[in-house]
Each structure stands twice: as C-alpha cells, then as structure tokens.
C-alpha cells in the first residue's frame, strides 16, 4: 500500500475516534452548570481517599460549599501525600489508582512529582481530541502524511519510586493512550526507539535524519518551538555525514536545501507546526514562520503537567478554555478575587486554578492568562507568564525561591547575587572574594532546566564578578527602568537582560 494512502486512513480513523469528543465540546450551553457537574463527578469519585475524608467531599453539595470547606493549595501542601504514593500507599489523593508521577519544575523544591490517573489522563484526552478533531478537519492535506511529535530521549531515564510507580512519560503521544497511541506509532516520522538514546548527540543524529528521511512529514507538534530550530541547526552543522546516510534520490535535493537553508522545501507537504507562541516563546515562534512561511503556525493553548487549560481552533486568536477536561477557578489579578468560567470579562488577567481527577484540588497554576474574547459561550484566553518569579525563556521554570534555596545550600547567603537571562543562559552577578562552585550542576537539580541544557537550548551558567557598588548601581538602573524608587528592591532574579553593561565588574566562566 502507497504510504500516503496508509497515512490518510489511519489519519482518517484516527479523527473518527475524536469526533465524539469534539461533538461534546460543542455541545456545552451552559458553563455554569457544566463545571458544577464536573466538580461533583471528581469529589464523589474521591470522597474515600485520605484527602477527600480529611476535607469531608461527602458533605459537599454545590460549588459555594467546595469554595468553603477546602483551601487554595500550592504543590508544598501535597508533599506529605505524594511521599506516601511515591512509597505504594493507596487512597491517598485519590481513589483511583496512580499510574506515573510526572516531573516537572518547582518553585521551592527542584522537581514536582504529578499523580497521573487513568481519569486524569481522560481529562487531558477531552481537550486534546477536540483539539486533533479540528486540526485534521480544518487543514487539507494533513491527513495524507506522517507526524512528527516531540519525544523525551533516555537522558530522562525511565525510574521508579520506591513503591514501583513510573516516573514520567516517555513521548507526548502517551497522552493519547490506548487505540490513540497504537495508531500513530504507525505515521510516526520518527521513531519512538529515539527515546532510548542516552547520547544526546546520537538523539539529534537519529531524529534529524530520520526527518530529512521523511519526504511526505506533514505535521510537527513540540512545544519549545527553539527544538525544531535546533534540529535544523544540527542537520546545517552535520550535513555531510547526515547526506551520506539518505538514499541518493533523496540525498541530492536535500543537499541542495541545506545548502541554500531553504528548510520549508524539505518537507513539501508540511501543512502545520503546532507549537508554544505566547510569552517568552513569541520570538522563536515568529523565527518559525519566517524559515516556514507557507506553514501554519498554530500557538498551542495553555498546557501544564497538572492540568490540560485551554485549546486552540484553527485560524482562531486565543485557545477556548477546555472546559470538560477540570473544574476551574480564576484569580483576578485586578481584585484577587475568585471567578467561575462563566464570570469571566474580557481584557481582564486571572491566575488559573483547578481541580483534577489526579488529585489536585484548588490548586494555584500561578500561570497567568488574559481573556481576549469569546466564541460563543467559550472564553478565549491566552497565556500571559507567571504570576510569580519564575523565568522560563525555554520551559526552564526558573523560580527565584529554587534559587535562593540553591545558593543557601551553595554556602552563599550575605552577598549581593542576582541571576538574569542572557541570551540563551543565565548569568550569576555577585559580589563575593569566595566565588561559589559548580553553580550550573546545582541548577541542574531543577528538573526542566536539566532537560533544556542536556538539549543544547540553554548553555552553561556564566558567574559575571560584581567589584563596584552592585546595589547602588542597581537601583539606579531600576529607575532608569521606569521603576519608582521606593519600589525597587533587591531581587534573586531578575527577569530582564543587559545588566553585564550596568554592573562594574568582570566575567569568570562556570561550567562550560
């Protein structure tokens, strides 16, 4: 059978399996009434677990009642339970099984640890098939190739806690699970086996080729959009052994391409790179563009490890808040108070908090979205930052509080430090005749910015040594900034750049 034959049914049996979905997305009329229903399906599910006895779930009747009877949490507030899942123990956040504890970045701890359940990872399905639905309906042409989806390689070793509970998903078509998964291991441009190379080197070697391999790639979904910039810089650099392993009809016309870096003619039939385009990823995003000016580019909605936010529509500005996947809350950032989905304004900022299947319940996202407008009874919102310190130029998640705690923990606590983007690194400025070592190893303990150096998209720490008057120096520049004086005060992080031509001093290379 010709391969895009064999890509268009199961592409096209694949939409059949999302249609339901996306049907039942459509279907809502009324919010208020849905997410009050979702609220009651995930309490009444849960009402026998520790968490759910501790803040009586039973007695919980309406939305008003939940609000009353259990707090806004942060991830510190689950530690004490998720020791006890990692260990084996059952029934603690959740009725239903765990399946894998999915890492992602602290704020005060290096690495957070998600229960996934089964229900959980059917949250995520209802707006991902919705999302996959519309896609493949919108977009001619994408149903006739293969698919590229970003795969974590094996230099994120699959582990186990101490109750035999996975850590982490290997490729993003896990989410999928089930008939989802089986299917599109079969239009894959890449192969799943990637992920268990530990050479990050032969990882890039393996999945490059294997792209410029694949003539008839018609669709591309990662997140950082800086990794399909990567690939192709790995393809430029290492060209000519790359070539040497490509059959030569294919060898001639993708020599010339790399040649004259026309990308976009590698991939003929390229119809959509889904990717982050908000926040921070907006600059790589429109870089995207440039080098693929016939592809659509669509920003993917707000996705987190806890929790599946919004989705995007093709050709639509914002993603539709994805309303059957949790139970929402919104945090004004105007007011600080709390909002149900159908009390959302346009133009308004809310910090995003939600109640899962996986055992999270009030929990503050601290990612921050702005409404831009509505379709229909759907908010459309687009992702903003975070409401908190953190700097996350390629999904690192820098927090300030991790910071700190790592240079406590480094023995460097009276001097003035702040660290800062530069770039594509950070930069430590301090003051101090002890310079700290192993600065970049330490950050390494956070999980996301571990992954982002071991794939090149961020490069060592730099320790810049401050000999003037860094706090002088500092609040003068924050004025001329636009800061009011009686505002400024010292910080651990600093979210903006150029400051090694604000303080005196000199730089001194760690860990490169």
Same mark, same amino acid.
């Given at each position: 059978?010709?391969?895009?034959?064999?890509?268009?049914?199961?592409?096209?049996?694949?939409?059949?399996?999302?249609?339901?979905?996306?049907?039942?997305?459509?279907?809502?009329?009324?919010?208020?009434?849905?997410?009050?229903?979702?609220?009651?399906?995930?309490?009444?599910?849960?009402?026998?677990?520790?968490?759910?006895?501790?803040?009586?779930?039973?007695?919980?009747?309406?939305?008003?009642?939940?609000?009353?009877?259990?707090?806004?949490?942060?991830?510190?507030?689950?530690?004490?339970?998720?020791?006890?899942?990692?260990?084996?123990?059952?029934?603690?956040?959740?009725?239903?099984?765990?399946?894998?504890?999915?890492?992602?970045?602290?704020?005060?701890?290096?690495?957070?640890?998600?229960?996934?359940?089964?229900?959980?990872?059917?949250?995520?399905?209802?707006?991902?098939?919705?999302?996959?639905?519309?896609?493949?309906?919108?977009?001619?042409?994408?149903?006739?190739?293969?698919?590229?989806?970003?795969?974590?390689?094996?230099?994120?070793?699959?582990?186990?806690?101490?109750?035999?509970?996975?850590?982490?998903?290997?490729?993003?078509?896990?989410?999928?699970?089930?008939?989802?998964?089986?299917?599109?291991?079969?239009?894959?441009?890449?192969?799943?086996?990637?992920?268990?190379?530990?050479?990050?080197?032969?990882?890039?070697?393996?999945?490059?080729?294997?792209?410029?391999?694949?003539?008839?790639?018609?669709?591309?979904?990662?997140?950082?959009?800086?990794?399909?910039?990567?690939?192709?810089?790995?393809?430029?650099?290492?060209?000519?052994?790359?070539?040497?392993?490509?059959?030569?009809?294919?060898?001639?016309? $993708?020599?010339?391409?790399?040649?004259?870096?026309?990308?976009? /003619? !590698?991939?003929?039939?390229? #119809? +959509? *790179?889904?990717?982050? %385009?908000?926040?921070?990823?907006?600059?790589?995003?429109?870089?995207?563009?440039?080098?693929?000016?016939?592809?659509?580019?669509?920003?993917?909605?707000?996705?987190?490890?806890?929790?599946?936010?919004?989705?995007?529509?093709?050709?639509?500005?914002?993603?539709?808040?994805?309303?059957?996947?949790?139970?929402?809350?919104?945090?004004?950032?105007?007011?600080?108070?709390?909002?149900?989905?159908?009390?959302?304004?346009?133009?308004?900022?809310?910090?995003? $908090?939600?109640?899962?299947?996986?055992?999270?319940?009030?929990? /503050? !996202?601290?990612?921050?979205? #702005? +409404? *831009?407008?509505?379709? %229909?009874?759907?908010?459309?919102?687009?992702?903003?930052?975070?409401?908190?310190?953190?700097?996350?130029?390629?999904?690192?998640?820098?927090?300030?509080?991790?910071?700190?705690?790592?240079?406590?923990?480094?023995?460097?606590?009276?001097?003035?430090?702040?660290?800062?983007?530069?770039?594509?690194?950070?930069?430590?400025?301090?003051?101090?005749?002890?310079?700290?070592?192993?600065?970049?190893?330490?950050?390494?303990?956070?999980?996301?910015?571990?992954?982002?150096?071991?794939?090149?998209?961020?490069?060592?720490?730099?320790?810049?040594?401050?000999?003037?008057?860094?706090?002088?120096?500092?609040?003068?520049?924050?004025?001329?900034?636009?800061?009011?004086?009686?505002?400024?005060?010292?910080?651990?992080?600093?979210?903006?750049?150029?400051?090694?031509?604000?303080?005196?001093?000199?730089?001194?290379?760690?860990?490169?």
């Amino acid at each position: 059978m010709p391969e895009r034959i064999k890509c268009y049914i199961i592409n096209s049996f694949s939409r059949l399996l999302y249609k339901n979905e996306y049907k039942k997305f459509l279907k809502i009329k009324d919010l208020k009434k849905q997410q009050s229903e979702k609220l009651g399906e995930i309490l009444t599910k849960n009402k026998a677990c520790a968490y759910g006895k501790k803040f009586n779930f039973h007695k919980i009747k309406n939305i008003t009642a939940y609000q009353n009877l259990v707090p806004l949490t942060t991830y510190e507030d689950y530690i004490p339970y998720i020791e006890k899942i990692k260990n084996g123990e059952k029934n603690i956040l959740t009725s239903e099984a765990v399946l894998i504890l999915e890492p992602t970045s602290g704020s005060t701890s290096a690495t957070k640890l998600i229960p996934y359940t089964k229900s959980l990872q059917i949250e995520f399905q209802k707006g991902l098939k919705p999302w996959l639905f519309d896609l493949y309906t919108q977009n001619r042409g994408l149903n006739w190739g293969k698919s590229y989806w970003s795969i974590t390689p094996a230099i994120m070793q699959k582990k186990y806690t101490k109750g035999g509970i996975p850590i982490g998903f290997e490729e993003d078509s896990d989410y999928l699970g089930g008939w989802g998964k089986r299917l599109l291991k079969h239009i894959m441009a890449v192969s799943a086996k990637v992920a268990q190379e530990k050479n990050i080197a032969a990882f890039y070697d393996k999945t490059a080729l294997a792209l410029l391999k694949c003539k008839n790639l018609t669709f591309i979904s990662i997140w950082n959009p800086t990794l399909l910039i990567l690939i192709l810089d790995h393809i430029e650099k290492n060209s000519a052994r790359l070539l040497s392993e490509l059959p030569h009809k294919r060898r001639s016309e $993708v020599e010339k391409f790399i040649q004259d870096k026309t990308y976009h /003619k !590698l991939w003929p039939h390229l #119809k +959509v *790179i889904s990717c982050w %385009g908000d926040a921070q990823a907006h600059l790589y995003a429109e870089k995207l563009k440039m080098l693929f000016p016939h592809v659509y580019l669509q920003p993917k909605g707000l996705l987190a490890t806890e929790g599946f936010i919004s989705l995007p529509f093709t050709n639509e500005k914002g993603a539709r808040l994805s309303i059957n996947s949790h139970f929402f809350e919104f945090i004004s950032t105007r007011d600080n108070k709390i909002y149900l989905a159908h009390e959302l304004t346009k133009g308004e900022e809310y910090e995003v $908090v939600i109640t899962t299947s996986g055992g999270l319940y009030r929990y /503050k !996202l601290n990612d921050l979205i #702005k +409404v *831009i407008g509505f379709q %229909g009874i759907f908010p459309l919102l687009k992702f903003k930052g975070k409401r908190d310190k953190v700097c996350d130029l390629f999904g690192e998640k820098l927090h300030e509080n991790f910071l700190k705690n790592t240079m406590d923990h480094l023995g460097v606590k009276d001097s003035f430090y702040m660290f800062a983007p530069e770039q594509n690194r950070y930069v430590l400025y301090i003051q101090t005749e002890q310079i700290p070592q192993n600065v970049d190893q330490a950050l390494r303990g956070n999980f996301h910015y571990d992954y982002c150096r071991k794939l090149g998209q961020l490069q060592a720490v730099k320790i810049f040594k401050l000999t003037g008057d860094p706090l002088r120096e500092y609040i003068h520049e924050c004025v001329q900034r636009g800061q009011k004086l009686g505002d400024i005060k010292p910080t651990v992080l600093h979210l903006e750049s150029g400051w090694d031509e604000v303080f005196k001093g000199n730089y001194i290379v760690e860990g490169a």
